[in-house]
């Protein structure tokens, strides 16, 4: 009867160690698979921030472009006005002096 006392101990504490191999095992498992959970959280969210900043950094250079033109075309603008302006002033200018040359023309003749 002690022999089978023993041997039944034995074999309980072999089932024990199985048992708490089977556990041990689950945990590993367990931690590999949150593991893994984690990482592709980590680089799901690393994504979006990559696609975030990409699409405030192309807002940004959109912004500055067209700042960029606005200010060319302003330039532009400006620098057309005063060249129109300069030969209405030239015109003028050369409508004057023949009006005043014929009137002097026409004075003395």
Known sequence: MKK??????YSNGIK?????HEIFRAHGEAEH????MRRA???SELQRE??????HVKNQQVSTRKAVISKIEDDL???????H?????????RNIHISHSNYYCNYYT
């Open 16 to 20: 024990s160690m199985l048992h708490n």
């Open 85 to 93: 302006a300069s030969a209405v002033r030239a015109e003028q200018d």
């Open 41 to 43: 959280r980590e680089h």
């Open 33 to 36: 698979r949150v593991e893994s």
């Open 77 to 83: 603008a400006y620098e057309l006005e005063r060249r």
């Open 4 to 9: 089978e006392r023993k041997a039944e101990d």
């Open 50 to 55: 990559v696609l975030l900043e990409h699409g």
